[in-house]
């Protein structure tokens, strides 16, 4: 446990070390040749596939997931929010957005970025009379978040946020190491009770602004991936909801991989109801996300681990047919039992790969 937790270290203050020699514009221009760049390459390839992933946003979090091996991160909320990228129209601010992938890519870690498409200005335009609502993320979200009013400016807006990630050589963040990919459109837009409001929109709202942002993510990047937002359960509401989205004509042109989320404690991870779901609308070509797996059995993330019953859970998953896997880690992973941390460790290693 000593070893492995230094040995992270020393590959933590190698990676500092390097990138403070050499100058984020040169990184930029020598990427491929660099001996920094060839190394993070290296490395996803290796971690490309597998299967393990976690919410993950600040530094120390994605550190902490690097040391037991997972090299997937879901930043949750994250910082591709329209509302805090450009908050006087046509003037971006990427300082935030590119800080997270700066400490993801020095760590060799693959993102899912959740695109939220609200801004203050813009929701002025079309949703002044909607209800203001609670934001669970502490005020970095806009009080409406209604589907955008100015669809042409959104678009922009997205586009520019893919094209500064895809390792073109075009617009590209400085010191970019390795292309970002993965997109997902929104959250859990079928919630609208108490603090977890994410949309105030139909499914039919939903569905558009799915496409529309499918359009302006392929048009700035045709390689990129793009998950639809995250099923928040297997409930009938949510059942309602995403049943009238997958029913529109040609939906599943405008995702690559359906998104489930399991905060219930499902014995499969919501697997089978989400292929099921698909099914009857004619969509069976997806591979499934679970992109948020709870280690509990109830949202609130209390009581005593049963590891027998979490790996249950993960083992059925995959059976399933879930392709990967994001768990929520306990908030403070560092100061759980010394028993309890190398037994998530075991099954992060057992799972990881396919």
């Known amino acids: 446990m000593a070893s492995y937790k230094l040995l992270c270290t020393c590959m933590l203050c190698l990676f500092v070390f390097i990138s403070g020699c050499v100058q984020e514009s040169k990184i930029a221009k020598e990427v491929k040749g660099s001996g920094y760049a060839s190394q993070a390459f290296a490395r996803l390839n290796k971690t490309f596939n597998y299967r393990i992933g976690a919410l993950g946003w600040h530094e120390k979090e994605l550190y902490e997931q690097a040391s037991l091996g997972i090299f997937w991160s879901r930043p949750h909320p994250g910082d591709a929010i329209w509302h805090l990228i450009e908050r006087a129209k046509g003037r971006y601010d990427w300082s935030s957005l590119d800080r997270t992938v700066r400490n993801a890519q020095n760590l060799g870690i693959n993102l899912i970025i959740t695109i939220w498409p609200y801004a ?111 099923i928040a359960s297997s409930f009938e509401f949510s059942r309602d909801f995403w049943s009238k989205v997958f029913s529109h004509e040609n939906i599943g042109k ?59 859970r993960i083992k059925k998953a995959f059976e399933k047919g879930a392709e990967k896997i994001f768990l929520i880690l306990p908030p403070v992973f560092a100061e759980m039992g010394k028993q309890d941390s190398e037994r998530i460790r075991d099954l992060i290693d057992k799972y990881n790969k396919p």
């Not at 400016?153 to 050589?169: C, I, K, P, S, T």
């Not at 990919?181 to 977890?196: A, L, Q, S």
């Not at 219930?264 to 009857?280: I, P, S, T, Y």
């Open 254 to 312: 405008y995702f690559d991989i359906a998104n489930i989320h399991d905060l219930q404690g499902a014995e499969d991870g919501n697997v089978r109801f989400v292929k099921a779901l698909l099914k009857e609308n004619g969509i069976d070509d997806k591979p499934v996300w679970v992109t948020e797996f709870s280690l509990y059995n109830t949202p609130e993330g209390e009581g005593k681990l049963d590891f027998e019953k979490v790996e249950e």
């Open 120 to 230: 203050e200005w813009d929701q002025a335009l079309c949703h002044p009379e909607m209800p203001e609502t609670p934001d669970p993320f502490g005020g970095i979200l806009p009080r409406r978040k209604g589907i955008p009013c100015d669809w042409e400016h959104y678009q922009r807006f997205l586009m520019a946020l893919v094209e500064r990630y895809d390792g073109d050589g075009k617009d590209d963040m400085p010191g970019l190491i390795y292309p970002v990919k993965y997109f997902e459109i929104g959250n859990e837009p079928e919630m609208t009770h108490g603090y977890d409001i994410f949309f105030q929109g139909t499914p039919e709202d939903y569905a558009i602004l799915l496409k529309k942002s499918a359009e302006a993510i392929r048009k700035a990047n045709n390689e990129a991936k793009i998950l639809h937002a995250g």
